[in-house]
């Protein structure tokens, strides 16, 4: 699915503010990671390819996987998957999502999950999608958090800084080696 890089960026393009920071009556705005997935995942789905091979899922429970459960994946219920549904082989792409405002507790819990996907279930690509308006301040800690890993996959790092404006790749994180270089 070579397409899904343009795909990302228009469909987060198209993410309006109401869906990226709620309003609150009497509150400041805050961000709900399930609001800005759904919305994500709607915006994709509209633009979606009619004929791909590959289904784009959300939220999938992977629970009653015997596969998974043999890696050590059924725990996860990853943001969105791109894959063939029922075909190991057709593993495309793991998505992770984070607003600015996460914390070290769920990146660390979010790069385990990419990074075992990628490696073990086979995914071709892991992507760290964080969104805010400080999205670059998350994503040093992204960065730092990923540094005490040894033998965390490639995974790439996108930021969505404002409604109206697409999501971008950052400069990839080089993962530590396993002999600390």
Not at 18 to 37: A, K, M, N, T
Not at 55 to 83: M, Q, R, S, Y
Not at 110 to 120: G, H, N
């Amino acid at each position: 699915m070579h397409e899904f890089t343009d795909l990302l960026k228009v469909s987060t393009k198209q993410i309006a503010p109401l869906y990226f920071h709620i309003e609150l009556d009497g509150g400041d705005p805050v961000y709900r990671e399930r609001v800005y997935c759904y919305e994500l995942y709607h915006q994709l789905r509209c633009l979606w390819p009619a004929d791909t091979q590959y289904c784009l899922n959300g939220e999938l429970d992977k629970a009653a996987h015997p596969i998974l459960k043999k890696l050590g994946a059924d725990f996860a219920k990853p943001d969105l998957l791109v894959h063939q549904p029922g075909h190991m082989a057709g593993n495309k792409i793991i998505i992770e999502v984070k607003s600015s405002n996460a914390k070290r507790s769920g990146i660390e819990d979010d790069l385990r999950k990419l990074s075992l996907f990628r490696t073990k279930v086979g995914y071709e690509r892991a992507i760290y999608l964080l969104y805010g308006y400080e999205v670059d301040k998350a994503a040093k800690l992204v960065r730092l958090v990923a540094e005490s890993f040894a033998g965390l996959s490639p995974i790439e790092l996108w930021l969505h800084a404002y409604p109206g404006e697409a999501a971008t790749p950052s400069l990839p994180f080089q993962p530590p080696t396993l002999d600390g270089g």
